[in-house]
């Protein structure tokens, strides 16, 4: 049985589709922007996640995405219509913070506008997680497979994963979530694209990381909450984008 069901656009409550549907659904839309090739540019990607509380989440994305945010993050138990709502204001790649353990749920993704999704290592069984990666590849998804710990990691590389997302234990105080970030980033492979969360810090935060070799930083909206978020994603763009924090690492062919 599938975990939670898609909610198609307009509707007030959730419906359930049978896979074949939800499929003949996601081949329907255009190929979505999987931001890969965004991802290994020269300088550091900035994605931010929309605040779904925010009464114009659209708008808001289309302006974090002026202002220079490379891929646009969606949180979860967003709703089918709010990610198809989204996905019509974004022209940047969506990656899709729902946790993703089933194919079901790739699907669902494909479906309503994402070119990304979150797959959690630690929720995913071995076996499973290899057929995520390769089926999310197969339709036109990337999987950023998220990496807590070093175990997480060892297993995102076996399943031959092109993305991680590097986040710290949760409920790690910021000190904790530093170390743990900066313990993780080296052991991750030049060839892989190599995401981070941004901490509290923001601009710091973002710094360090980049001297570390990430290729992006995740804003999360708990981040973006003041009087001018806009502003705030801006100006971590710019930093981002300084010289002084290009990254020269060979690209993968």
């Known amino acids: ?12 409550g959730p419906v359930v589709l049978p896979l074949g549907e939800l499929k003949r659904r996601a081949l329907n ?29 659209g708008r808001l994305a289309e302006q974090y995405e002026h202002c220079g945010a490379g891929v646009i993050a969606v949180p979860a138990d967003t709703t089918a219509a709010a990610l198809a ?17 089933t194919a079901y749920r790739l699907w669902h993704g494909r479906a309503y506008g994402a070119g990304m999704v979150r797959v959690p290592a630690a929720l995913v069984p071995d076996v499973a997680l290899v057929s995520l990666v390769e089926r999310a590849e197969s339709i036109g998804l990337a999987a950023v497979v998220e990496v807590r710990c070093s175990r997480d990691l060892l297993r995102a590389l ?19 979530a530093r170390a743990a970030l900066h313990e993780l980033l ?54 981002g984008a300084h010289p002084a924090l290009s990254r020269r690492r060979e690209q993968p062919v």
């Open 1 to 12: 049985m599938h975990s939670e069901a898609p909610q198609p656009p307009g509707d007030t």
């Open 29 to 57: 839309r255009p190929a979505p922007l999987n931001g890969l090739g965004l991802l290994r540019g020269e300088h550091i990607t900035v994605i931010a996640e929309v605040d779904l509380a925010h009464p114009a989440r």
């Open 85 to 101: 709502e989204i996905s019509l204001h974004a022209q940047a790649p969506l990656l899709w913070m729902e946790p993703v353990t």
């Open 158 to 176: 076996r399943a031959d994963a092109s993305v991680v997302l590097l986040r710290p234990p949760e409920n790690a105080t910021p000190e904790a």
């Open 186 to 239: 080296p052991m991750v492979p030049d060839h892989l694209v190599r995401i981070a969360e941004c901490g509290p810090g923001g601009r710091a935060d973002l710094v360090a990381c980049a001297r570390l070799g990430v290729d992006a930083v995740l804003l999360e909206s708990t981040l973006l909450t003041g009087d001018d978020p806009v502003a705030t994603v801006s100006g971590l763009v710019s930093i």
